[in-house]
């Protein structure tokens, strides 16, 4: 089994910046794609941005130019950077890893854009 736990979620304003940070732990032979997800209510979860193993990425059209994706292999943790934050970006974020053992799940972290 692996466990994600995901952090740093929260309130800002329009135009801010919020960083989200998960951590994968268990029972973890290799990771390969790590992804961050969204849904706002009403709406179907969306991929926001993802990054392979080797570091290449993808991103949404939607957050393309303001949101990062990063990850660290050696500590099994991947970061989004989202900066120019917009109301429309509120929504839950979720992480998602894809490794040997199939793709797992965080509880999901709130991010609110609201003045």
């Known amino acids: 089994q692996v466990q994600l736990v995901e952090s740093g979620g929260g309130l800002v304003q329009p135009g801010g910046s919020l960083r989200l940070s998960c951590a994968a732990s268990?029972?973890?032979?290799?990771?390969?794609?790590m992804d961050w997800y969204r849904q706002a209510p009403g709406k179907q979860r969306e991929l926001v941005a993802g990054?392979?193993?080797?570091?290449?990425?993808n991103y949404a059209d939607s957050v393309k130019g303001r949101f990062t994706i990063s990850r660290d292999n050696a500590k099994n943790t991947v970061n989004l950077q989202m900066n120019s934050l917009k109301p429309e970006d509120t929504a839950v974020y979720y992480c998602?890893?894809?490794?040997?053992?199939?793709?797992?799940w965080g509880q999901g972290t709130q991010v609110t854009v609201s003045s």
């Open positions: 268990g029972s973890i032979f290799k990771i390969y794609a």
């Open positions: 990054i392979t193993s080797g570091g290449s990425t």
């Open positions: 998602n890893v894809a490794t040997m053992t199939g793709h797992y």
